[in-house]
């Protein structure tokens, strides 16, 4: 019930465009498949109509994992979420994806190479009540269209540390899936082990990166930039950095996780080779994985 997934933000990077720009779709998605992987993400290189993105995917036997949607609930209600996420809910549909990606963006830093991390956005307690009510009615939705939410925790954004997750899980209701992401978690300051075992049951997606812990010392220590510090390499494929895998993945494995694990390491791919790191990657998951969820 455990399938393998990839993100093309290893190749092609969405936030810093200069990355991989000269990468096509055609090498990513081969590279892919030849590294084992069963299904890919969307990237800022993919066709967005599902009559076009199909026979692509199909012709290398790949699926169509999820897709990442930028929330804007601090400023809208559900009603126009909704409307607002159509045709990226109807792409993912037609192509077999049952989780969305989605992720607040409203005052967020991430994709801002000058802004430093400890600039970013923070929720007040006063909006907590509000803000999880409108993820709650949205998220029953989409779950009534047949799609389960996956909310991204996501470094420079207003739910990043640990205690955001919590307040997260907290104000909202079962129909809002926890999307866990291990290297955001740790480049936080968080332990995803813990996060893994406090929230199994909420845990609807997983996102597998490895933080290399050199790097990420620095970086926090200088208040880097979220991009200033991918550039830096502080991220990597699982199994080439700190993670404890086998202690994350095995408390979800108890709760009956079935559904995708999807490497998500973005890293310079002039320095990182994505073919070289998409294998590392999976074999490493493909060798955990098949133990604990055996």
Not at 30 to 59: C, H, N, S, W
Not at 84 to 106: I, K, P, S, W, Y
Not at 215 to 237: E, I
């Amino acid at each position: 019930m455990i399938r393998l997934g990839i993100n093309p933000i290893s190749w092609t990077n969405d936030d810093l465009p200069e990355l991989g720009d000269d990468i096509s779709l055609d090498t990513c998605l081969e590279e892919a498949r030849a590294a084992g992987f069963a299904g890919v993400e969307l990237g800022r290189k993919f066709p967005r109509d599902a009559a076009q993105l199909g026979p692509i995917l199909d012709a290398r036997g790949l699926r169509l994992v999820s897709g990442w949607y930028s929330l804007r609930l601090l400023e809208r209600d559900a009603d126009a979420e909704f409307a607002a996420m159509a045709d990226h809910f109807a792409l993912l549909a037609a192509l077999g994806a049952n989780v969305m990606v989605v992720c607040e963006v409203t005052g967020c830093i991430h994709g801002d190479q000058g802004a430093r991390l400890s600039r970013r956005p923070h929720l007040p307690p006063a909006r907590w009540p509000e803000f999880g009510a409108r993820l709650t009615e949205l998220a029953g939705r989409m779950q009534a269209a047949g799609m389960r939410m996956a909310y991204h925790h996501h470094m420079g954004t207003v739910v990043q540390s640990g205690a955001d997750v919590d307040a997260l899980m907290k104000h909202t209701g079962a129909a809002v899936g926890l999307l866990l992401d291990t290297g955001h978690l740790a480049f936080a300051g968080e332990d995803p082990v813990r996060v893994a075992t406090q929230y199994a049951d909420r845990i609807v997606h997983v996102h597998c990166k490895d933080v290399r812990p050199t790097v990420l010392a620095r970086a926090q220590n200088r208040d880097a930039s979220f991009l200033d510090a991918v550039l830096q390499g502080v991220f990597t494929v699982p199994g080439d950095g700190s993670v404890d895998y086998p202690a994350v993945l095995a408390p979800i494995a108890r709760a009956g996780y079935a559904g995708w694990i999807v490497v998500e390491a973005e890293q310079d791919p002039a320095v990182a080779p994505p073919a070289r790191y998409a294998r590392l990657g999976r074999e490493y998951l493909g060798r955990i994985t098949g133990e604990i969820f055996a």
